[in-house]
């Protein structure tokens, strides 16, 4: 996802930003019909006692950050002071690449196996299509430098989604 901030300045002229977004993980609320959806669906709904469908192979490798880091992405932006940027006005911002078997592997360690078990591995041929095409990794070094930070694994997502979505612990059922 690509996010671009335009300010007006007192004289009306237009300054920018852009913010090239990892998937954001774990997204609150319900499952969607995006493609990305089942990235946070693996980890929100057995979390929440309810069986996920994984539509693609465990080695499926994808780029994340939480909703937290890109709040703080968005903010840090706004702020930034613009001639630090100079003409490079883009930038990726910073995640953590893992594979599905990863995620899994950080949400059995937090929320042990009963939990990983709600998990139905369901191949969906035309999810497996769109995501093969999708970027698996990147190089956030300029954005770092400038301040951008996120996660350092993902484990660190999903206690950060007990913590701002789960009021702290897993729901009763959930484990």
């Not at 994808?62 to 880091?69: E, F, L």
Request: net charge negative; aromatic share 4%; glycine share 8%.
């Amino acid at each position: 996802m690509m996010i671009t901030m335009i300010a007006l300045t007192p004289a009306a002229d237009m300054d920018g930003i852009g913010l090239r977004l990892p998937t954001i993980c774990v997204r609150p609320g319900k499952p969607n019909a995006a493609a990305s959806g089942f990235f946070s669906n693996i980890i929100r709904e057995p979390l929440n006692g309810e069986e996920a469908v994984l539509p693609v192979p465990d080695d499926t490798r994808h780029w994340h950050a939480s909703p937290r880091s890109a709040i703080g992405f968005l903010v840090h932006a706004a702020t930034i002071d613009p001639a630090v940027l100079g003409d490079r006005r883009c930038l990726t911002m910073p995640g953590v690449s893992a594979t599905v078997a990863e995620q899994i592997e950080a949400l059995r360690r937090v929320a042990g196996d009963e939990v990983v078990r709600r998990i139905r591995h369901e191949p969906d041929e035309s999810i497996m299509a769109i995501v093969a095409g999708w970027p698996r990794d990147f190089d956030p070094r300029r954005a770092r430098a400038l301040g951008f930070s996120a996660e350092a694994d993902f484990e660190e997502i999903i206690r950060i989604h007990i913590e701002d979505e789960l009021g702290g612990a897993i729901p009763e059922g959930g484990v």
